[in-house]
């Protein structure tokens, strides 16, 4: 009986021991843990952090906007009629009278055409650019192409 | 042996088993008190974000060559945080200075209390960006100076907000004003292309949800812009042609004057010129310039009798027909009687034989109402009617009425009407009908849609608008008879209506003034339309001027104009002279 409790003793272990062991794993755990929430806080603050850039600049676009439009609207008085008359008065130039008007034959002359501020509709187009496959292809899919596998369909394989 | 510090541990394990108790408690509280969860849920979306209302920039009008004719700019509403105010007086000075805004409306506003449902005051509207800057820069000002005084009664501008949005702004104010019509601060259209194509270059507003939580941010959905639109008007022709017919008003005393240009091959307006004209930066003085009943544009809005100048529709019709020849002979007696009236010409006067040249080129009223008796009043009216005359022309403009042209089986009609009709009494038209309906005549008998648009520009793509025939009233010979029978007649005539170096055809109307009393004599209406060059007609030019006080005959009054109106077209439009261009297609 001695002798089993001697071999017990033996193979136990020190309290000292135990203890260690279980503030390692709980350590373990809590440096888990910290390592998960650290990871978590990172991505969080990044996402945040994109998200106000996305805000910041989606505002910059409305800002933008109202200035591309303010400029615009700013050129199109400056080159208004009125004012261009004006300037090109103080330049010293005059209104063409009817029969001051001398008109040559100029090969190669194109008349003007009124303005084109787009392209026509889409037909004329050229095929638009198109996003390749593999930025929208799931990854098993993308995976199978790159290893060369054929992919086949169920009903090819069914008799 | 009672350890010393037990209570401590009793203390620290009651306030453990409290805290929870009472947050369980305060979830059941709120749980159960339905108002607080809907006004707790609410704040929280408050503070999570807010429904944001994204108005597209409103579509620019453009001319044919691309010259901007309506644009946007940054205009700022001006209102008052009330939960921020410190010194109400102080916003209400400010405000009042700089903007002109009431000193005791502001101050009102401003000393309004911060409440759920009153939070923000607006003050201002429409607000240019330079006022907005003074705004700021009093501020800064403020701010540096007392924005760490702890005096409660220190000027404070707290509060004070500027929301930016775009306005519509017209680059040449008064220009084309009758055809582009103007936006209101609530951004609807009125009159003109504003109106008609509102829905289109409003675009469509959206109210989207803008999470304020940097993690939950999402992309806005892409609002479409409004659509752009090209006009078929040339902005320099529109310039140069107001600027001749207010010349004109002036020079004659005219009640108003109206100029139409209209390219007969397509359908595509060049000019519409017409008075009054409003400065639509200012549209709220619509009321100081359109009193009573006139309206924003005569060329469309406005049906008057034409005179003389109908009997251009008349002649064709006889022409066509066969009816009549060029060579047909009437001898004219002074008068003719039809339905129991009794038609003068215009002097009174009797001219004794004429062929349809000489009836054209003198205006004879007898030989026109004799000549419509010849077509008969059945295919007379069928003839008006496929001249479009009495109904709209369908162009693309807002206000447009059609008229009115009685036709037999009408409760109104007499026998009588068809030989006044023939010289244009007793039949109503607008200005642009007359043009487009006429426009048959320089065209080889086609009449085209009056358009003002020659193209949209939606989601970055470019549609033209596709030129549309409406009509064929006549066969082309007729067209090209009735086009040289008048060309002559002004020549013969030696018109004030000639151009040096153009071959024109044209004819004039001196229209007395229908009211409920019988007709005015000593007031007329005074026209003119003509177009050229004969051989390869380019432009239609239609002249009224109302009620001009110099003289009141068409020839002596618009005939000038319609003069006038040509040499700057043909320079305007790079029309050579006949000769030159004879000779430049001859090379």
Redesign the interface.
């Known amino acids: 009986m001695d002798r089993i409790d001697n071999i017990t003793q033996v193979y136990t272990q020190a309290p000292w021991r135990k203890q260690l062991q279980f503030i390692g794993l709980f350590s373990l755990i809590l440096v888990f843990i910290a390592l998960v929430a650290g990871i978590y806080l990172n991505v969080s603050a990044q996402t945040a952090k994109a998200g106000r850039e996305i805000q910041y600049k989606k505002s910059q676009i409305e800002t933008l906007d109202r200035e591309i439009e303010d400029m615009q609207s700013m050129l199109a008085h400056l080159l208004s009629d009125s004012l261009m008359e004006k300037r090109a008065i103080g330049l010293g130039y005059e209104s063409l009278e009817i029969n001051q008007a001398q008109y040559l034959l100029v090969p190669g002359y194109i008349e003007r055409k009124a303005v084109v501020l787009a392209p026509f509709t889409r037909e004329n187009l050229a095929e638009a650019p198109v996003i390749p496959d593999k930025f929208t292809e799931p990854l098993i899919e993308w995976i199978r192409k790159q290893a060369g596998w054929i992919s086949f369909s169920l009903p090819e394989v069914v008799p | 042996m009672k350890n010393p510090h037990n209570w401590r541990y009793s203390l620290v394990s009651s306030l453990l088993f409290i805290l929870p108790v009472l947050i369980v408690l305060q979830m059941l509280r709120i749980k159960i008190n339905t108002q607080q969860v809907d006004k707790l849920i609410s704040e929280g979306k408050s503070l999570s974000g807010e429904y944001r209302t994204i108005t597209p920039?409103r579509g620019?009008i453009?001319d044919?060559?691309?010259?901007?004719l309506a644009?946007?700019?940054?205009a700022y509403e001006v209102g008052i945080e009330l939960r921020k105010v410190k010194n109400p007086s102080t916003i209400a000075q400010t405000l009042n200075m700089v903007l002109g805004t009431d000193f005791a409306e502001a101050l009102g506003a401003a000393s309004m209390n911060a409440t759920d449902t009153a939070v923000y005051r607006v003050v201002a509207s429409n607000v240019e960006?330079e006022k907005i800057d003074q705004l700021k820069a009093l501020i800064e000002q403020m701010d540096a100076l007392y924005g760490n005084s702890r005096d409660k009664d220190a000027p404070s501008l707290n509060g004070l907000m500027f929301e930016?949005h775009?306005k519509r702004?017209y680059?040449?104010?008064e220009?084309a004003s009758n055809i582009l019509g103007f936006v209101t601060i609530e951004g609807v259209g009125f009159y003109g292309i504003e109106e008609k194509y509102n829905d289109l270059m409003a675009g469509e507003e959206s109210i989207v949800w803008v999470s304020l939580?940097?993690?939950?941010?999402k992309?806005?959905p892409e609002i479409h812009k409004g659509a752009?639109v090209?006009l078929t008007i040339d902005?320099?022709i529109q310039?140069s042609m107001e600027r001749v017919i207010d010349k004109a008003i002036d020079e004659h005393g005219a009640e108003s004057g109206t100029l139409v240009v209209i390219d007969p091959e397509t359908g595509e307006m060049l000019a519409m010129a017409t008075t009054p004209r409003l400065d639509i930066n200012k549209y709220w003085k619509y009321g100081e310039v359109f009193t009573d009943e006139t309206p924003f544009n005569r060329v469309v809005s406005q049906a008057y009798e034409p005179g003389s100048v109908f009997k251009v529709f008349t002649m064709a019709a006889a022409l066509d027909s066969g009816s009549v020849t060029p060579e047909t002979e009437f001898i004219d007696t002074g008068v003719f009687e039809i339905g129991g009236t009794r038609i003068y010409n215009w002097n009174m006067g009797a001219w004794g034989p004429q062929n349809m040249q000489g009836c054209m080129q003198h205006s004879l009223n007898v030989c026109l109402a004799w000549v419509a008796t010849q077509v008969g009043p059945k295919d007379f009216y069928r003839y008006m009617m496929s001249f479009g005359i009495g109904q709209l022309s369908g162009i693309d403009l807002a206000g447009e009425v059609s008229g009115r042209l009685k036709v037999p089986g009408d409760d109104d009609w007499y026998d009588a009407d068809l030989g006044t009709n023939a010289f244009g009494q007793g039949v109503s038209v607008t200005p642009l009908k007359m043009a487009s309906a006429i426009s048959a005549l320089a065209n080889k008998g086609k009449i085209m849609a009056p358009h003002v648009v020659?193209?949209v520009?939606n989601d970055?793509?470019?549609?033209?608008i596709e030129h549309r025939t409406v009509g064929m009233p006549i066969k082309p010979e007729t067209a090209e008879t009735i086009t040289k029978i008048l060309s002559r007649s002004l020549e013969k005539e030696s018109s004030d209506a000639l151009?040096?170096?153009y071959q024109v055809a044209g004819k004039t109307g001196t229209a007395e003034i229908p009211t409920p009393f019988g007709y005015t004599t000593n007031e007329t209406n005074a026209s003119f339309v003509g177009w050229g060059p004969v051989d390869d007609p380019q432009f239609l030019v239609y002249v009224w001027l109302e009620r001009p006080e110099s003289s009141p005959w068409g020839s002596v009054v618009a005939a000038p104009v319609f003069r006038e109106a040509v040499?700057?077209l043909?320079?305007l439009m790079?029309i050579?002279s006949d000769d030159?261009r004879q000779k430049?297609y001859g090379?």
């Open positions: 920039a620019r453009y044919r060559w691309g010259h901007l644009g946007n700019r940054t960006s930016p775009l702004t680059p040449d104010n220009l939580d940097p993690v939950r941010v992309e806005l752009d090209v902005r320099a310039r020659r193209s520009i970055g793509f470019q549609h033209d151009v040096t170096g040499e700057e043909v320079v790079d050579p030159v430049l090379q």
